[in-house]
């Protein structure tokens, strides 16, 4: 009879991937800790499960104690392979329900912040058409910045991601989605919510609060006025230290309209200080067939190529 580590070297069970995905999650998370909440099962189960992997393969995944959690070299890439056998599993799920014309699987997103309140809700409705042609797909959305789903979808973590367009990568395609209006806002009780015309000039000499995440050279123009004296890695912290009353920076319209219209933001000559943030849907080129994907991907082309104009400034 095979050891247990021959079961696992040899041809992996359907135990031995459940132990594999819940190594992948404790490495995504960064510990047990908090990979408890994300696989739904206590610190104990997960120990358990990593020291049964350990013995399955003959080999040390991690380190874990008062030290902190770090993977080993061998652990980093039992992480990778468990990624490449995952990719290839999902896909043969997914060649083989195609088979059967049913949609049964997973579809994983990567989405940038704070894009949920976007007027033309293209990923929203997509997803909707495809869980009624799928109602057993499961979906999988992380909130991710654009580098971290440019790799996600590059390495096979991710299917698909929404991101900004500041580059493109030879390895990605493109799907336009959205273009972005963003406004230099204030707070009711800042200096400069009454005020007329607010030229460059009055805005240096305000504290402003600025991304700091990437931007492309034209949106950098638009910051360059500002007297930066805060940061913040998303839109929200930028929210927050506007709200404060004590700064002014850029936010998207479709963002801040719900302070706008509860008059606790105003937007200072918007004529004049906006911008717009183009995104894309991506995915990578010659990735192996996936029905599930492909379903998403044409619902997002039909909404797109169907859906009204919208003024992005409106």
């Known amino acids: 009879m095979p050891s247990r580590s021959e079961t696992l070297m040899g041809q992996p069970s359907d135990a031995d991937l459940r132990l594999l995905r819940i190594y992948r999650k404790v490495v995504e998370c960064g510990g047990?800790?908090?990979?408890?909440?994300?696989?739904?099962?206590?610190?104990?189960?997960?120990?358990?499960?990593?020291?049964?992997l350990e013995t399955r393969l003959g080999l040390r995944l991690c380190q874990r104690g008062r030290g902190g959690f770090s993977v080993t070299d061998e652990g980093a890439e039992v992480y990778a392979a468990t990624l490449q056998l995952q990719s290839a599993v999902e896909g043969f799920r997914t060649r083989v329900n195609g088979l059967h014309a049913r949609l049964?699987?997973?579809?994983?997103?990567?989405?940038?912040?704070?894009?949920?309140?976007?007027?033309?809700?293209y990923i929203t409705d997509a997803l909707s058409?495809?869980?009624?042609?799928?109602?057993?797909?499961?979906?999988?959305?992380?909130?991710?910045?654009?580098?971290?789903?440019?790799?996600?979808?590059?390495?096979?973590?991710?299917?698909?991601?929404?991101?900004?367009?500041?580059?493109?990568?030879?390895?990605?395609a493109y799907l336009p989605l959205y273009e972005e209006a963003s406004r230099l806002y204030c707070a009711v009780d800042h200096p400069l919510f009454d005020a007329e015309d607010v030229n460059e000039e009055r805005l240096a000499a305000h504290d402003a609060v600025v991304p700091a995440y990437a931007q492309t050279p034209e949106i950098k123009a638009c910051h360059a006025?500002?007297?930066?004296?805060?940061?913040?890695?998303?839109?929200?912290?930028?929210?927050?230290?506007?709200?404060?009353?004590?700064?002014?920076?850029?936010?998207?319209?479709?963002?801040?309209?719900?302070?706008?219209?509860?008059?606790?933001?105003?937007?200072?000559?918007?004529?004049?200080?906006?911008?717009?943030?183009?995104?894309?849907?991506?995915?990578?080129?010659?990735?192996?067939?996936?029905?599930?994907?492909?379903?998403?991907?044409?619902?997002?082309?039909?909404?797109?190529?169907?859906?009204?104009?919208?003024?992005?400034?409106?």
Not at 301 to 308: C, D, F, G, S, V
Request: aromatic share 6%; glycine share 6%; proline share 8%.
């Open 104 to 121: 049964k699987g997973e579809l994983s997103i990567g989405i940038t912040d704070n894009l949920v309140t976007m007027p033309e809700m």
């Open 32 to 52: 047990f800790s908090a990979a408890e909440v994300e696989l739904n099962i206590s610190r104990a189960a997960i120990s358990m499960a990593m020291n049964d």
């Open 225 to 314: 006025p500002l007297k930066a004296a805060a940061s913040a890695t998303d839109r929200e912290g930028i929210a927050f230290l506007i709200l404060s009353g004590r700064y002014i920076g850029y936010l998207p319209t479709h963002y801040a309209e719900r302070w706008v219209r509860d008059g606790r933001m105003r937007a200072l000559n918007p004529e004049r200080w906006h911008y717009l943030t183009h995104y894309s849907a991506i995915t990578r080129k010659g990735a192996p067939p996936n029905l599930i994907l492909e379903s998403y991907l044409e619902a997002l082309e039909y909404l797109i190529q169907t859906a009204p104009s919208i003024k992005p400034c409106d």
């Open 129 to 172: 058409a495809l869980k009624a042609r799928g109602p057993e797909v499961r979906i999988n959305i992380r909130m991710m910045p654009p580098s971290d789903i440019e790799l996600g979808v590059l390495d096979g973590r991710l299917h698909t991601g929404v991101i900004p367009a500041l580059k493109t990568l030879p390895g990605l």
